[in-house]
Nanobody, 127 residues
Framework: QVQLVESGGGSVQAGGSLRLSCTVS????????LGWFRQAPGKEREGIAA???????TYADSVKGRFTISRDATKNTVYLQLDNLKPEDTAVYTC?????????????????????WGQGIQVTVSS
């Protein structure tokens, strides 16, 4: 069973930055996809960024230019750098993975694209 553990969340003022990390227990395939989602209170889970085993990133329009996804294959870890944070970025952020998977899409990730999920971590942005 693949496990994912997020860290790095917290509270920050608007305009500030945070760096989220997600460590995956195993990445046994050469091809895989890693993604980040978020869910604000009263809203549906939103896919915001994904990165593929060829290091190609993709983003939702809502975070493009402010958030950066990256990975360190040697540490089985995916990162999400959150810059210029806004109060509307307040949400629970969750990472996900699907392995043995090299999709052609380069769009905002969808829930159905992934099969293993972390527990989520809170990010709160105050105005």
């Amino acid at each position: 069973q693949v496990q994912l553990v997020e860290s790095g969340g917290g509270s920050v003022q608007a305009g500030g930055s945070l760096r989220l990390s997600c460590t995956v227990s195993e990445l046994t395939y050469s091809r895989y996809c890693l993604g980040w989602f978020r869910q604000a209170p009263g809203k549906e889970r939103e896919g915001i960024a994904a990165i593929f085993s060829d290091d190609t990133p993709t983003y939702a329009d809502s975070v493009k230019g402010r958030f950066t996804i990256s990975r360190d294959a040697t540490k089985n870890t995916v990162y999400l750098q959150l810059d210029n944070l806004k109060p509307e970025d307040t949400a629970v952020y969750t990472c996900a993975t699907r392995q043995g998977y090299s999709p052609p899409w380069r769009r905002a990730p969808r829930i159905t694209d992934f099969d293993y999920w972390g527990q989520g971590i809170q990010v709160t942005v105050s105005s």
